[in-house]
């Protein structure tokens, strides 16, 4: 069975600080990593994921994600917080094979301070 | 291209009353899913189709929710009778399918509110 720990329910920084948002997984196969983030009455959209190619992973907005097998995490960061990427932030991970489906975290609220 | 198209976006009902919620999917799309979102479950995944076949609906909570898909290109979702704890956002999603990374195109939600 997979699963998802997002550590932290609630992440609040300063515009311009480092974000990091930690993810840790469980995956009884090789897995599919995912980041999706969600804005205020909107769906889902994706940041990043990571698909067995490069570990570190970089997507959409400056975010990037880094593949850590033997700590069974895909932590997300951001160098440099901006007032936009105030949004719930949710990881995700596939088993592969021909199941698609995705079980995701519980969800981490960033908030930016200005 | 059109995205993942849902509707209503907002539907507020009586409790007892049938709801049923529509999904369009990225054409193409084999793989259509329908998740619940609620504060205190976060995201849940109620059932997926491939091919406009049910693969996995171990996630619908009773006997009155149902999924369908007629067809590649439209499912509902019929809750029958609505119960106040139903209420949440309900997504659909689809995916290519095939071999593939398993992405998955959320719509917008339909936010069901049951009196």
């Known amino acids: 069975a997979q699963s998802v720990t997002q550590l932290g329910s609630h992440v609040s920084v300063s515009e311009g600080a480092l974000v990091l948002l930690r993810c840790n997984y469980s995956s009884s196969v090789p897995p599919y990593l995912f980041w999706y983030v969600q804005y205020p009455n909107q769906g889902l959209q994706l940041l990043l994921k990571y698909t067995s190619a490069a570990t570190l992973v970089k997507g959409i907005n400056g975010f990037e994600a880094e593949f850590k097998k033997s700590e069974t995490s895909f932590h997300l960061t951001k160098p440099s917080a901006h007032m936009s990427d105030a949004a719930e932030y949710f990881c995700a991970v596939r088993s592969g094979g021909s199941n698609y489906k995705l079980t995701f975290g519980k969800g981490t609220l960033l908030t930016v301070n200005p | 291209d059109a995205g993942v198209i849902q509707s209503p976006r907002h539907e507020v009902t009586e409790m007892g009353q049938e709801v049923t919620l529509r999904c369009k999917p990225i054409?193409?799309?084999?793989?259509l899913f329908w998740y619940r979102q609620t504060m205190m479950r976060g995201l849940e995944l109620l059932i997926y189709f491939n091919n406009n076949v049910p693969i996995d609906d171990s996630g619908m909570p009773e006997d009155r929710f149902s999924a369908k898909m007629p067809n590649a290109s439209f499912s509902t979702l019929k809750i029958q009778p609505s119960e106040p704890r139903d209420s949440a956002v309900y997504f659909c999603a689809s995916t290519p399918g095939g071999a593939n990374t398993g992405e998955l195109f959320f719509g917008e939600g339909s936010r069901l509110t049951v009196l």
């Open positions: 054409s193409g799309h084999n793989s």
